[in-house]
Antibody, heavy 121, light 107 residues
Framework: QLVESGGGLVQPGGSLRLSCAAS????????MSWVRQAPGKGLEWVAN????????RYVDSVKGRFAISRDSASNSLYLQMNNLRAEDTAVYYC????????????????WGQGTQVTVSS | DIQMTQSPSSLSASVGDRVTITCRAS??????VVWYQQKPEKAPKSLIY???TLQTGVPSRFSGSGSGTDFTLTISSLQPEDFATYYC?????????FGQGTRLEIK
């Protein structure tokens, strides 16, 4: 199970930190991801982080502004979002890539319920 | 970046109909495509991965096919609970990209 929190209303240029609490699986053995969906729009992958936190990937539109991180002690995933723009307004989903004992494929199951981020003055 | 183009963008159909949704990739992605179903205000749910492998628990009326650049999702006999939006996603390379979605509505 994945449960996101931390969304809300923030002004342009502001910051927000999203959290995702993972349970029911061995968090340390999975890559983890954030995916977003703007209002009435499609899905957009945002970021991935490897099991040990040393490999991180981002969509170009958030590079330099967003930072993905994780904490194995608390089975938590984070997304620090800085310098937010109106176009970052979306529901943000925490999602788990599909991993076996030997490799990971970056399609997602399960997903959290999402947390709404609204960037507006 | 790999562009994923779905067609149609929307579709009206009746219960019992056979429906096919197409996804075209802008370059060869082998079989690295997944299909999701999303209902309003809910998170997406995976249906088919690796182009044609049915996810556990998904009804057998859903099937997928294709490789390279052209992929299809077929629902053999629409049920009331199948009316939703469907997305394809490629996981061949970064950035991971989704199709724009196909909204399946009741006729």
């Amino acid at each position: 199970q994945l449960v996101e929190s931390g969304g809300g209303l923030v002004q342009p240029g502001g910051s927000l930190r999203l959290s995702c609490a993972a349970s029911g699986f061995s968090f340390n053995t999975y890559w983890m991801s954030w995916v977003r969906q703007a209002p009435g729009k499609g899905l957009e992958w945002v970021a991935n982080i490897k099991q040990d936190g040393r490999d991180k990937r981002y969509v170009d539109s958030v590079k330099g502004r967003f930072a993905i991180s994780r904490d194995s002690a608390s089975n938590s995933l984070y997304l620090q979002m800085n310098n937010l723009r109106a176009e970052d307004t979306a529901v943000y989903y925490c999602a788990r890539p599909h991993c076996t004992s030997t490799s990971c494929s970056f399609w997602f199951d399960p997903w959290g319920q999402g947390t709404q981020v609204t960037v507006s003055s | 970046d790999i562009q994923m183009t779905q067609s149609p963008s929307s579709l009206s159909a009746s219960v019992g109909d056979r429906v096919t949704i197409t996804c075209r990739a802008s370059q060869d992605i082998k079989s690295w495509v997944v299909w999701y179903q999303q209902k309003p205000e809910k998170a997406p749910k995976s249906l088919i991965y690796a182009a044609s492998t049915l996810q556990t628990g998904v009804p057998s009326r859903f099937s997928g096919s294709g490789s390279g650049t052209d992929f299809t999702l077929t629902i053999s006999s629409l049920q009331p609970e199948d009316f939703a939006t469907y997305y394809c996603q490629q996981y061949n390379s970064y950035p991971l990209t989704f199709g724009q979605g196909t909204r399946l509505e009741i006729k």
